[in-house]
């Protein structure tokens, strides 16, 4: 069945530092890829998406391409903050009525 | 951009008894809702599906019973945990579809945070 995978975390970096967080997919068609924060204490938030084959989806800095030969959605900041500490979740939908979310991965962010 | 509103945010209760959860799409109307149930380590559970006017699928190991879902509007649906015991002391998170061209979005609620004494 569809299904994501996701780096485990948690990840610690630097201020500034470079981040990748995994995330590959298992889907049978062509389902659209989402990356969803959330930050302490709140519900969950979409950061960005794509809906076909190398497309990039980018907000805030983050970035992630939709790799359909390697069945991947990596999600990518070139310099984070300490703001950008949250739980990240990678998550797909194959229909648009029904998503697959990964474990989530705890980034935190160190001045 | 789409919200998606829950209420309460927080919500403390004796055990035994039973607390109403509710999930509003503000801007725009959803067929189907989630709910999830968010354990310490932040795994997302999905615990059932809400489709407006039907009964909602709920997962396996989900007691029906006990979490009680109601979508009787395109714009509303609640979550009842009857009989509320401290081991459903959780964070519970819903989530609507937001239909668009050629694929759905997904919005989550603020969150929940159950806490049966």
């Known amino acids: 069945g569809d299904s994501v995978t996701q780096m485990e975390g948690p990840v610690t970096l630097s201020e500034e530092a470079f981040l990748t967080i995994n995330c590959t997919y298992t889907?049978?068609?062509?389902?659209?890829l989402f990356w969803y924060v959330q930050y302490p204490g709140e519900g969950l938030q979409l950061l960005l998406k794509?809906?076909?084959?190398?497309d990039k989806g980018s907000n805030k800095g983050f970035e992630a391409t939709y790799r359909k030969e390697t069945t991947s959605f990596h999600l990518e900041k070139g310099s984070v903050q300490v703001s950008d500490s949250a739980v990240y979740f990678c998550?797909?939908?194959?229909?648009?009525?029904?998503?697959?979310f990964g474990t989530g991965t705890s980034l935190t962010v160190i001045p | 951009g789409a919200v998606v509103s829950q209420h309460p945010s927080r919500v403390i209760c004796k055990s035994g008894t039973s607390v109403k959860i509710e999930c509003r799409s503000l801007?725009?109307?959803?067929?189907?809702m989630f709910w999830y149930r968010q354990f310490p380590k932040q795994s997302l559970m999905l615990m059932a599906t809400?489709?407006?006017?039907?009964?909602?699928?709920?997962e396996q190991g989900v007691e029906k019973d006990k979490f009680l879902i109601n979508h009787a509007s395109l714009t509303l649906s609640t979550l009842t945990v009857t009989s509320a015991h401290p081991e459903d002391s959780s964070f519970y998170i819903c989530?609507?579809?937001?239909?668009?061209?050629?694929?759905?979005?997904?919005?989550f609620g603020e969150g929940s945070r159950l806490t049966v004494l």
């Open positions: 989530s609507a579809v937001r239909q668009g061209r050629g694929s759905g979005e997904l919005f």
């Open positions: 889907a049978t068609g062509y389902p659209s």
């Open positions: 794509a809906t076909k084959a190398d």
């Open positions: 998550a797909l939908s194959p229909t648009g009525n029904q998503f697959y």
């Open positions: 801007d725009f109307q959803a067929t189907t």
């Open positions: 809400s489709n407006e006017g039907s009964k909602a699928t709920y």
